[in-house]
């Protein structure tokens, strides 16, 4: 019902910049929050930012000042903008969506793939 499209991750130097974008599409009600998570060293997810269908953002306090989050409602697509980067944000990153589908059906999480940052010299 609800696929993603997820593009940016790639190889980069400390210090740089990626951009990660998540296009969601399917049968779309409505998408209320979509945002990024990452894989911890022990195997679960965190959250790194998150937007709000009215634009209100979350941010982990690991990634405050450093990356900034937005969405474009009419493409149903999440961006994350990742600056200043370091080593320690090597990781898959996820994209997440709470997506209603219908009138009938309650809203749920919906996840990608996942994507490769990797930040090295």
């Known amino acids: 019902q609800v696929q993603f499209v997820e593009s940016g991750g790639g190889l980069v130097q400390p210090g740089g910049s990626l951009r990660l974008s998540c296009a969601a599409s399917?049968?779309?009600?409505?998408?209320?929050?979509m945002g990024w998570y990452r894989q911890a060293p022990g195997g679960q997810r965190e959250l790194v930012a998150a937007i709000g269908d009215a634009s209100n953002t979350n941010y982990a306090d690991s990634v405050k000042g450093r990356f900034i989050i937005a969405r474009d409602n009419a493409k149903n697509t999440v961006y994350l903008q990742m600056n200043s980067l370091k080593p320690e944000d090597t990781t898959v990153y996820y994209c997440?969506?709470?997506?209603?589908?219908?009138?009938?059906?309650?809203?749920?999480?919906?996840w990608g793939q996942g994507t490769k940052v990797t930040v090295s010299s």
């Open positions: 997440n969506a709470l997506v209603r589908i219908n009138i009938i059906v309650q809203p749920r999480d919906y």
């Open positions: 399917g049968n779309i009600f409505h998408v209320y929050r």
